[in-house]
């Protein structure tokens, strides 16, 4: 029975049952088409029409307008992005600069590592082409305390180049597996306001859960499996002043020494933009669950609150009540990552005691609350918060917490 699980598994996560419902009955006979969603042409109006409703709301929510930002839908997750930003984005800075490029010289891809993802994506971008410099410009606290906290700017490990060298900063919003989330506003705040400094976003684990200022940012990116639908779409958020500079890229300087690599064509941005993300076939089935999701937390009703407010203020409850039971039994529960950069999204700790976790977990899934298992990588135990997590759900695994806690 649905309604006697909670579900706190990481990604993909849980959805609101009644976005279920509606995509289990379009899989069945799509608004009485007499044909699932999954026959019908990426091409029919229908599927335009579901694909303009997702990319509506999600302008709306971020309040964001098709003037300024160019939403795409990708397939290929996060991982896909991982290497799109950098070929993309290396163009544009050849685009940009072509006395430069001229020379030989390269942007710099700067990467401020606070996570595994954030590390995983360093790695994407070496192996994109060895000869990048992509570079690391803070290994938050190092190995040795596992991620654990994010150093004051000033701190970081080497210093950012200037905009006029740097094809991007690149950030990881908050680290999945090692439950790191960058603080509001943090690290856009630390980078200056130089309008020439293009700044990147990996937003997979918390896009939604809170505002953010999207004028800041050149891309921002978020598979959809964790706040905002089903595992098989990824939406891009391009700041339209470099979808047209990669655009006008085409006839780049022929003399250009070293040549730039050129972006394979499922990754580039201008065509993905141009075909209005029908490229190739994608999964509109997956789109349409997120444009049920969507408009569900468009809806969202408050006086003097937009939907992401509303949003906002529920997700820092939910994770304030968690941290409050864990902060409550230190000699239980330990929380890893430092008190500033607690993500909100993916609450990570150990019980102190060993073979302890394995109780925990147990004693949880007895209860019907799953996927509280940490990472693989890192061990001990992750919940984790995303928008479809009730608040329901967590006040039953507090109580759990409480009740575990005693037991003791
Ligand atoms: N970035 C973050 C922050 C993630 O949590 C994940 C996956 N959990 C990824 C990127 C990779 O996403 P995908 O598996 O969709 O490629």
């Not at 419902?21 to 699932?36: I, P, Q, R, T």
């Not at 410009?137 to 490990?157: L, N």
């Not at 905009?163 to 991007?168: N, Q």
Request: aromatic share 8%.
């Amino acid at each position: 029975d649905r309604a006697a699980i909670a579900y706190f598994g990481a990604g993909p996560s849980a959805l609101p049952t009644d976005v279920l419902e509606a995509a289990a009955a379009s899989l069945v006979n799509h608004g009485d088409s007499g044909l699932s969603l999954v026959e019908q042409s990426h091409r029919s109006a229908l599927s335009s029409r579901i694909l303009q409703d997702a990319r509506d709301s999600f302008l709306k929510l971020i309040h964001a307008s098709a003037d300024t930002h160019t939403v795409l839908f990708m397939a290929g997750g996060g991982t896909l992005q991982f290497s799109a930003v950098v070929y993309n984005l290396f163009t544009a800075w050849a685009v940009k600069h072509p006395e430069l490029a001229r020379e030989g010289q390269r942007g710099s891809c700067e990467y401020l590592v606070t996570g595994g993802w954030a590390a995983k994506r360093l790695v994407g971008a070496e192996n994109v082409n060895v000869a990048l410099d992509a570079r690391e410009v803070s290994y938050a606290s190092g190995e040795a305390r596992k991620f654990g906290d994010i150093p004051a700017a000033g701190h970081w490990q080497g210093n950012l180049k200037p905009a006029r060298d740097s094809a991007f900063v690149y950030f990881c919003d908050n680290e999945t597996v090692d439950g790191v989330e960058w603080p509001k506003g943090s690290p856009v705040d630390l980078l200056g306001d130089d309008p020439d400094r293009i700044i990147v976003a990996d937003m997979s684990s918390n896009i939604l859960s809170r505002t953010f200022d999207a004028s800041k940012f050149g891309v921002v990116f978020a598979g959809a499996q964790k706040n905002i639908g089903s595992t098989g779409v990824t939406i891009v958020l391009l700041r339209n002043d470099i979808l047209a500079l990669l655009s006008s890229g085409g006839a780049l300087p022929p003399q250009l020494t070293p040549p730039i690599p050129v972006t394979p064509v499922m990754m580039h941005y201008p065509t993905i933009a141009n075909a209005s993300s029908l490229y190739n076939t994608l999964p509109i089935f997956d789109v349409y669950i997120a444009s049920l999701t969507l408009a569900r937390l468009l809806g969202r009703d408050g006086t003097g609150a937009t939907a992401l407010e509303l949003q906002e203020a529920e997700s820092d409850e939910k994770a304030r009540k968690l941290y409050a039971v864990l902060d409550d039994h230190p000699a239980l529960f330990h929380v890893v990552p430092a008190r500033g950069v607690r993500s909100r999204m993916n609450i990570c700790f150990r019980l102190i005691a060993p073979g302890d976790e394995t109780l925990f977990v147990k004693g949880a899934e007895a209860k019907g609350l799953l996927g509280l298992k940490g990472h693989r990588s890192v061990g001990g135990v992750r919940i984790s918060n995303y928008n479809a997590v009730t608040p329901e759900s967590v006040d039953r695994l507090v109580e759990y917490m409480r009740e575990y806690a005693k037991g003791i």
